[in-house]
């Protein structure tokens, strides 16, 4: 998948929409449908050139046979995600892992844990000194190339695609509004206005058509979260990530999308990943899960009943004064080692 380059002039959304739409032009804004009221919205997003894109995300665990049982409240007050991209392509990108450490036992320990990202032209530079507790713990040796610092990698060494990479490091969704329109569009069931609220329309997709929207390709989000499972418990990595990705493409989103003035303002996307509990059972043979003969049927059917709800709330901002500043000041070049890594995640 590439990314459309970013560098084009920002599309005068509502205005141009409403002085070109004159008399037998086309459809008054009272008249179109929602689809075509959702699908012009989202043009002029894939158009910006500059944009920030603002994610929280909230989630509810509960797999008995695995002791996990959180549910992590959506916080717009301390977002998951938060991406800036300037008229030049260049990206910024935090990142609050928060939200998936506290669904793990024991992980309380773990707040506030997070790392940083810029990427300017094929130089990316990466914080994780966000990882410090994690490494005073004794885990600096299983985080790798994460460890803490402030590093750089040369990304025109890598053989995988620029954006895959990048999704491969961050680990979650970058939001893209340049991936909104065409196959997401297409992906879209159901798309109704709410009579209550003229700014809000309601749609149903797939997780995998999602991701798109987060600029991911879902092959490389799948292997991603395979090999980090994979690597920590023995499971093996091939099978796993086929999967995830099975699961992806299966998984219901159910989505709000709220429109002012024309302008697309925000996505809220709620996903059942459940499956993934029942699915992970069914194949644990197969994937070299470590379960007894004896106790199989009864961990499958614990595992079925496991729940894993994922909600996410993006908010947009279109704005071409953005500008996108990298630090100077690092401390190595690891791009060997994210070679190392990403060969894992890529099956290179």
């Not at 970013?6 to 009272?30: F, K, M, Q």
């Not at 506030?112 to 990882?131: P, S």
């Not at 998984?251 to 990943?273: C, H, K």
């Not at 994922?310 to 901002?317: K, R």
Request: glycine share 8%; net charge negative; with cysteine.
């Amino acid at each position: 998948m590439h990314r459309r380059p970013l560098n084009l002039a920002l599309v005068a959304a509502t205005l141009i929409l409403a002085t070109s739409c004159g008399p037998g032009d086309g459809p008054t804004a009272e008249s179109r449908t929602p689809t075509e009221v959702v699908d012009a919205a989202l043009g002029d997003a894939a158009g910006a050139a500059a944009y920030r894109a603002t994610t929280s995300t909230g989630q509810i665990t509960n797999v008995e046979a695995l002791g996990l049982d959180a549910v992590v409240e959506l916080d717009t007050t301390r977002p998951s995600v938060v991406t800036e991209v300037d008229a030049a392509g260049s990206e910024y990108s935090t990142v609050d892992l928060s939200t998936t450490l506290t669904a793990l036992p024991g992980a309380a320990a773990f707040d506030a844990i997070g790392f940083a990202t810029w990427v300017v032209g094929d130089l990316i530079i990466v914080d994780t000194n966000g990882f410090s507790a994690i490494a005073d713990a004794g885990g600096s040796a299983s985080l790798g190339v994460f460890r803490p610092g402030v590093w750089t990698a040369d990304l025109s060494t890598i053989d995988a695609d620029r954006n895959d990479v990048v999704t491969a490091i961050a680990g979650t969704g970058l939001p893209d509004p340049t991936q909104l329109a065409g196959a997401f569009l297409d992906s879209l069931d159901g798309i109704e206005a709410d009579p209550d609220d003229p700014t809000r329309f309601t749609a149903e997709t797939d997780y995998a058509s999602l991701l798109e929207v987060y600029g991911q390709d879902v092959e490389t989000v799948a292997r991603s979260a395979a090999a980090g499972i994979a690597q920590s418990s023995g499971m093996a990595l091939e099978p796993l990530a086929a999967l995830y990705l099975d699961v992806y493409a299966n998984a219901p989103v159910a989505l709000e999308i709220v429109i002012i003035d024309g302008t697309l303002s925000s996505i809220d996307a709620t996903t059942d990943l459940s499956s993934i509990w029942g699915r992970l059972a069914e194949e644990s043979a197969a994937l070299g899960l470590d379960v007894a003969d004896s106790e199989r049927a009864e961990f499958q059917a614990s595992m079925k009943n496991g729940v894993l709800i994922v909600q996410s709330l993006t908010t947009f901002e279109f704005d071409d004064t953005i500008e996108v500043v990298a630090p100077t000041d690092v401390d190595q070049d690891r791009t060997d080692e994210l070679g190392e890594f990403l060969a894992e995640v890529f099956g290179n």
